[in-house]
Every structure is written in structure tokens, then in C-alpha cells.
């Protein structure tokens, strides 16, 4: 019975460190992912507006020879060309946190991709009093998770509402949108079970663990069709 008990108790360390490695994995290829996209998003962008900086001079010169002729029309058309092109160019932030920025970008491009209409706010600073990948994945999980549940659904009613705010006293998140299918909540932890089967999938428990790490609260409730979940933490 004891060699039982110490077999089932290393069967249960191996999962969970297989599941930890996995996706600290997926977090460190989001990352990535992340930082690459916004390099080369500067870089085309930098790129983009030096042409225009060097095109100026000969808008100038198109605007100054339209102004004699009196043809406003064509000036209004030049300057929201150049408007246009400014505000192409605009890299996105979200907030001033790296990491975060870098899981927001991510999430926010696989929310556009599947024309799902994201209501962000985001109050993450550069430096945090918590552990800033495993704030991110959190933040990855929950984010995805909306996303997920929503995309499927008619376009009016796909979108997600996410709110993050890491300050120097205390952690928020939340996120709300809509459900159709039934959702089972766990009678111990109150959080939504796997579909799968089981208790929680794999982001589920990765968020309920960083909640007890920091004596957070966690919790969700269905309201009109609307799904909440909420983390809040006084730091």
C-alpha cells in the first residue's frame, strides 16, 4: 500500500512538471513571437515614414503649386494621403509593460484574424512587485480563453471585454463575453471544468495556481449570457 502511494505521488509530480514545462514552452514561443512582431513592425514602420519624410519636400513643392492655382480640393486630398500613411505606421501599445505588451499584441492580432472586437484596457507599468512571465501566461490564458469561446459565434455577438491592471497596491484582471454552450462550474474551486472531461483544462489550473501564489481572489459567474471571471490581488 505505502510503494502504492509513493508511485501515484511521482505520477503526479511528473504530470505536473510536464505540464509546467509545457506551457512555459508555449509562453516562451508567444514571447518570441511577440518581440518579433513588434521589431519588425517598428522597423517597416521607421522605414515608411523616413520615405515619407522624404517625399515632403516634394509635397510641399505639389501643395504650393495647387495653392496658386486655388485648387483646395486636391491640397485636402494630399494631406489625408499623408494622414493616411501616419497613421498606418502607428505601432500599437498597450501598455508600457515589455512582456505584457508583447502577450496583448499577440492576443489582440489572433482577435482581429477571427474578427472578434476587443474592449482592452490595460494599466501595466514597466516594472511590477510580481513575477512578470507568470503574470503574462495568466494574462495569455484567460485572454485566449475568451477567444476561443467566441469565435464561433455570429459576428455580432464576437467580442470580449479585457480589463489588466498591475499597479503598485493591487492586481486586477478580468475578462467577459458571451456563452452559448452550458457552462459546468467546479463545485470546490468554482471555476468552469474541461469540456474534455476532468476538472480544469491545463490554462485553467496554470491561473488557479498563480492565484493561491499570491493569495488572490478567483472567480467567475454567468449573468444574461454573459460570462465573467475575475482575479484580483491586493499586493
Known sequence: MFVSYIVVLRYMESESKKNLIHWENIFLESYIKGLENQHYLVERA???????RHDMKHYSKMMDSLLDQKKYDEIRKIVRHINEV???????????????????SNMMDM????????????????EIPINEYEFALVVANLFENAVHCVKDFEKEKRWIEVKIHCLADH?????????????????????????KGGSHGLGMQSVLGFSEKINANLGCYLDNGIFHIVLFAKL
Open 111 to 126: 482577435a482581429a484574424s477571427l474578427n472578434i472586437r476587443v474592449s482592452l484596457d490595460a494599466a501595466v507599468p514597466k
Open 46 to 52: 521607421e522605414q515608411n515614414l523616413k520615405i515619407l
Open 171 to 195: 492586481l486586477l484582471i478580468e475578462t467577459k463575453n458571451e456563452y452559448q454552450e452550458e457552462i459546468v462550474l467546479d463545485s470546490i474551486t468554482g471555476l468552469p471544468k474541461s469540456r
Open 86 to 104: 501616419i497613421a498606418k505606421n502607428k505601432v500599437t501599445k498597450y501598455c508600457n509593460h515589455l512582456v505584457i505588451n508583447s502577450i496583448l
